[in-house]
């Protein structure tokens, strides 16, 4: 999901209580790292990921380290009964 901080009010983004997973190509033109940095400083304990000498193409591209990132974040979330 992206979400646009010129559209998404930041009020409501603090609302996020669910574990979130940020991930962004350290290489992106598209959407900005500023962006994920505000949303990863808005956000209670999300997860970060920054994918290295890629752009929002990576899952695509590189998708070893996109599932390993899935399944990582799956994992240390998971609620087991």
């Known amino acids: 999901m992206y979400i ?3 559209e998404f009010p930041r009020d409501r983004i603090k609302e996020i209580a669910l574990p979130y997973l940020i ?11 500023e962006n994920e940095v505000e949303i ?4 209670k304990d999300p997860d970060l990921a920054i ?7 990576f899952p695509v591209r590189i998708i070893d380290l996109f599932m390993a990132l899935i399944a990582d974040f799956l994992e ?5 009964d």
């Open 4 to 6: 646009d901080l010129d």
């Open 23 to 33: 991930i962004q190509g350290d290489s992106e033109g598209s959407f900005p790292m």
């Open 76 to 80: 240390l979330h998971a609620k087991y």
């Open 40 to 43: 990863h400083n808005l956000i």
């Open 51 to 57: 994918a290295p000498n890629s752009n929002h193409l």
